[in-house]
């Protein structure tokens, strides 16, 4: 019964801080993000409790825009960003083209600890007095203004870069050169094809906001005049730089949580994907276009008439690649064979509040309307229903959906369904009352705010009290399992895919022998016929 | 706490009501499009349910055409979307002529107001109703945004340049005044009142408040003060341009460029007057960089373009 697998093979923390295994690399970064996530999570805790009255009356307003800034800042840089690729990406990424690990297992461990070292720096300057300019440190507030900790949020935010630089480069390679034999890129799972194209954005993206972060220090530490006036520096092409990559960033959170998805709802409809190779250019596509829709957030910011519109109809365009996955995904439920089980809900749960925050996301692309609506609780809304009731529920159902992989145990269904409703109402009720603030003009980032908004933020923030729930029991039950746990079969699931076709969990150089790959992914419709390996 | 308890804000703007239609057909048709995706998802999460463990449905083979058309379909959706609201923008980009010139500095933590009459307020703002508004935004530091819900009209107020917004108030009341844009400590309490009167009560009012000089009369006093006038003389060419009749008309500048004399090219030329000189003068005006803020200049300004065109000595037709 005591296979040898890569969680058995050593202990002790040497094994693992010095592991190259690309599984239990990916075991660190679970450790690390989820830390970061919590931490995140509780600024957001103080954010929502001070908005329960419109007076500014628990905390300073100080204290306050530390608060937001820093719940920003650890959610994106240091969750969302490394959430999908570096932990389900890194573990499942070998396994489902057939390799024995990474093409740079080394790097990828380096990766690792620059990550760590960002984050140790982030929340050294978060418990150092924290920084106050919002996650999008705007200039001049954040170069000349503020005294808070900006330069040492925004090294935090410079390594946690290089390391997401370093995990789309190794993952760009193993694509391309670690495929078993007979595993053609129309053959490779939509989780690898999404997991490509948030690679080549994290290679491409990310190091315009290293050079970004750069110049504020430069003009903060030195003065050199580059975005404020008064030495010199223009601070719009300070929003033009952080955007170019920090939108694209939206899709280094998005576009795994789509390969997620993808997986999920054929597995649990046993159907193969419908439309596979839309799905998988859609993915190309938005991280082609997604380049190209910076300048969106910057209607109000006085660019020319001409400049807003071609961002306008680039935003539309970036939309349909989008569209185009949540239909095949519906497409493929029918005349499937669906169950229920938790990582199916989650899905339903991604299509369902995704399609929203996409939809929400063509009122913010219509000028005339973004003009009202640009920096108040609508935007706050959309992007949350992209980037935690999207992205954050497709983790979550990923981490369910390969759990036994990972630990080699099954977690408690009832519970794990019971969180799954728990999260998806109290994300709705949470972020749902932000869209009508929004159009009613509240503006987002404020301390207090006039009575007549009271009422739908205290229902925002009831929601996220429930939604707070949602994440701490699956918490308590993930841990539980890990040694409470039923033992997992290799393929608890009856799942397609060569992960499922190794041992749960899996030794540490994957296979016994390389796979040979002679079908499509996803070819549920032969019965339970295994997939011809060896 | 429930007192007032809205769900769809007030509409006080000729701009209003065509913003609140794109939004409500947005909203209808994210309704729409919403309702036939979760219903489709439910009905054949319901429909299709395994019945057996061993269940094998029949596979389904991809449609070619139903790709296509649910890729054109939504691009033709959004197209109009985008069309209609570019429109909409464009038509409410620039203001009609003959708006009420007032303007606007942003500065940490408070929207300060200068009437061209005069009149000063800080974080309220007097308005007539039935009458085209532009207001000039500049900023002391940081960037604000002034926004006023209402009238669905917002604009960054950045440092370094002007911008412009304009409404068209048509109804009376007061409505918040919001800085949108996040600007450090007090942000949130950055705002105020944008108050929208008749004609005979705006009159009153204008007529009422603390008046000083005018705009341009303050702009001819920091003029003489700074010593402007001792190389840009009305009578004849100085060591600088003459600057009668000079707003609103083209400039030759010494490369050759023409551009027009407007309210950022003054204000360019003042506090960097070695970027674009006009065509005939050398370079020896002082920059008046830090020691001039963003509502003198606006005053300076102000006189600038209240001065009668008086022949056209340096500004070639």
Known sequence: ?534 | MWRGFPLFPEAASTIASGVDTIYLFLVALSLLLSAGIFLAIFYFAVRFRRRHPGEVPAPVHGSLPLELFWSFTPFVIMMIVFGWGTSLYFRNYNPPAGAMEIFVVGKQWMWKIQHPEGQREINELHVPVGQPVKLTLATEDVIHSFYVPAFRVKMDAIPGRYTSLWFHATRPGRYHLFCAEYCGNQHSKMGGTVHVLEQPEYEAWISGAARGRSMAESGEELFQRLGCFTCHRADMPGRGPVLEGVFGNPVTLQDGRRVIADEAYLRESILNPGVKIVAGYRTRMPTFQGQINEEQLMQIIAYIKSLPPKGRLDTEP
Not at chain 1, 3 to 29: M, P
Not at chain 1, 152 to 158: K, M, N, P, Q, S
Not at chain 1, 406 to 432: D, H, K, M
Not at chain 1, 496 to 515: A, C, I, R, V
Request: charged letters at 10%; glycine letters at 8%; a neutral charge.
């Open chain 1, 1 to 534: 019964m005591t296979r040898t697998n890569y969680l058995n093979v050593q202990y002790g923390v040497r094994s693992w801080l010095l592991t190259t295994d690309h599984k239990r690399i990916a075991l660190l970064y679970l450790a690390a993000i989820t830390l970061f996530f919590f931490i995140g999570g509780a600024f957001a805790v103080m954010v929502r409790l001070e908005l329960v009255t419109p007076q500014g009356d628990l905390v300073e307003a100080e204290t306050y825009n530390k608060m937001f800034t820093m719940h920003g800042v650890m959610m994106v840089f240091f969750f969302l960003i490394p959430s999908t690729p570096a932990v389900l990406g890194n573990f499942l990424l070998p396994m489902m083209i057939g390799a024995r690990d990474l093409a740079f297992p080394r790097i990828n461990l380096l990766s690792w600890y620059v990550f760590v070292v960002g984050g140790v720096i982030g929340l050294g300057a978060a418990i150092s007095g924290g920084v106050d300019t919002g996650w999008t440190f705007y200039a001049p507030y954040s170069s000349t203004y503020t005294n808070t900790a900006v330069i040492t949020t925004a090294l935090g935010v410079f390594f946690a870069g290089f390391s997401s630089i370093l995990t789309g480069f190794n993952f760009i390679v193993t694509i391309h050169k670690m495929r078993a034999p007979g595993l053609t890129w129309f053959r490779l799972p939509l989780f690898v094809w999404a997991h490509y194209a948030t690679s080549v954005i994290q290679v491409l993206g990310t190091p315009v906001i290293a050079i970004t972060i750069i110049l504020l220090a430069m003009e903060r530490v030195m003065r050199v005049g580059i975005f404020d006036p008064k030495i010199g520096g223009d601070p719009v092409l300070f929003q033009h730089l952080f955007w170019f990559y920090s939108h694209p960033a939206v899709y280094i959170m998005v576009l795994p949580a789509m390969g997620i998805v993808s997986e999920l709802v054929t597995c649990f409809s046993r159907k193969k994907i419908y439309g596979y190779s839309f799905i998988a250019m859609s993915s190309v596509a938005i991280a082609v276009l997604g380049f190209l829709v910076w300048a969106h957030h910057m209607f109000v910011a006085g660019m020319s008439l001409y400049a807003s519109m071609v961002f306008s109809v680039l935003s539309f365009l970036v939309a349909i690649p989008s569209a185009i996955k949540v239909f095949n995904w519906t497409a493929t439920l029918y005349r499937g064979s669906i169950v229920y089980q938790t990582p199916m809900l989650y899905a339903f749960g991604f299509i369902g509040l995704f399609t929203i925050g996409g939809l929400t996301g063509l009122f913010l692309a219509t000028l005339a309307v973004d003009v009202h609506v640009h920096d108040t609780y609508f935007v706050v809304a959309h992007f949350h229903y992209i980037m935690v009731g999207g992205s954050v529920m497709a983790y979550m159902g990923g981490i369910h959906y390969w759990w036994p992989k990972i630990s080699g145990r099954l977690y408690p269904e009832g519970w794990a369904r019971f969180s799954a409703l728990v999260l998806f109402v109290g994300f709705n009720l949470t972020f749902f009352p932000q869209f009508l603030l929004g159009y009613l003009g509240m503006p987002r980032r404020y301390h207090s705010y006039p009575e007549e908004f009271q009422v739908l933020n205290v229902m925002s923030s009831a929601g996220a009290s429930i939604l707070g729930v949602g994440y701490l029991v699956p918490m308590v039950y993930l841990v539980w399992s890990m040694r409470y746990g039923k033992p997992a079969p290799a393929n608890p699931w009856s799942a397609k895919g060569l992960e499922w076709n190794t041992p749960s969990p899996p030794p540490t150089f994957n296979f016994d022998q390389t796979p040979v790959v002679t079908e499509d992914a996803y070819v549920y419709q032969k019965a339970d016929e295994e997939v011809p390996v060896g």
